[in-house]
């Protein structure tokens, strides 16, 4: 049982860090040209104010901008590992369809086979 709650470990930290690096590609690569093609639009700005800031209390803003800033990093994301997934999964496809090659027979069997012949022929 230490041996899976180990390999699940690891597991648990490889897709963290995994998920720092698809973060930063997302942020870093993908956001910036559709930024540029959308005109430079910043989703994370837009919002609703409810209730105008005062000297004492901050504003009340409903954030819908950095909502949709969200779905579209997860959209992103999502697609991501999909792809990724899918090249795995038929690079494995790939592997198995090249027939190995059948393993030589143990000396057991040859000389199994040797017997079988002398009898066969006598």
Do not use: C, H
């Not at 597991?11 to 973060?23: C, Q």
């Amino acid at each position: 049982m230490r041996g899976n709650v180990v390999d699940m470990a690891v597991g648990i930290i490889i897709g963290a860090a995994f998920g720092k690096i698809v973060s930063s590609l997302v942020g870093d690569v993908i956001m910036p040209p559709i930024g540029l093609l959308l005109g430079g639009v910043d989703f994370s700005n837009l919002e609703i104010v409810l209730k105008k800031a005062t000297e004492t209390a901050p504003a009340v803003v409903i954030g819908y901008g950095k909502f949709i800033q969200t779905v579209l990093d997860f959209l992103i994301i999502a697609f991501a590992i999909f792809a990724l997934i899918k090249a795995m999964n038929s690079l494995k496809k790939k592997e198995e369809a090249t027939p190995a090659a059948p393993p030589a027979p143990s000396k057991e069997e040859l000389l199994l086979t040797e017997i079988r012949d002398i009898l066969k022929n006598k």
